[in-house]
Nanobody, 126 residues
Framework: QVQLQESGGESVQAGGSLRLSCVASEYTYNSGCMAWFRQAPGRGREAVGAIDPDDSTRYADSVKDRFTISKDNAKNTIYLQMTSLKPEDSGMYLC????????????????????WGLGTQVTVSS
């Protein structure tokens, strides 16, 4: 059973916008916080941001004021709205969960998140 499934990635020009979606199984969605990570070729997974069950959000400094995480409880879905995209935003975007609240875990070892989607590819060209 697929627990997390991302979609929405595509190739865009710098300055453009994209909205990514992550659909979760009901059990997974209600398990706690949901986080977005990204991984560029040859690099490790980097936390982008997360949303907790109380709708509080947190973002990496590199995306703050450009990216917004939201959720639709009726659809068990979280979204990552990305604006003013830059080439350095390119990578595989993955959603993950594993904690009741993401808190400090978001900035630690990604391997501590135990449920991951397969990802969706975002390519930003200059």
């Amino acid at each position: 059973q697929v627990q997390l499934q991302e979609s929405g990635g595509e190739s865009v020009q710098a300055g453009g916008s994209l909205r990514l979606s992550c659909v979760a199984s009901e059990y997974t969605y209600n398990s706690g916080c949901m986080a977005w990570f990204r991984q560029a070729p040859g690099r490790g997974r980097e936390a982008v941001g997360a949303i907790d069950p109380d709708d509080s959000t947190r973002y990496a400094d590199s995306v703050k004021d450009r990216f917004t995480i939201s959720k639709d409880n009726a659809k068990n879905t979280i979204y990552l709205q990305m604006t003013s995209l830059k080439p350095e935003d390119s990578g595989m975007y993955l959603c993950a969960t594993g904690f009741s609240t993401c808190g400090v875990y978001l900035w630690g070892n990604p391997d501590e998140f135990d449920v991951w989607g397969l990802g969706t590819q975002v390519t930003v060209s200059s």
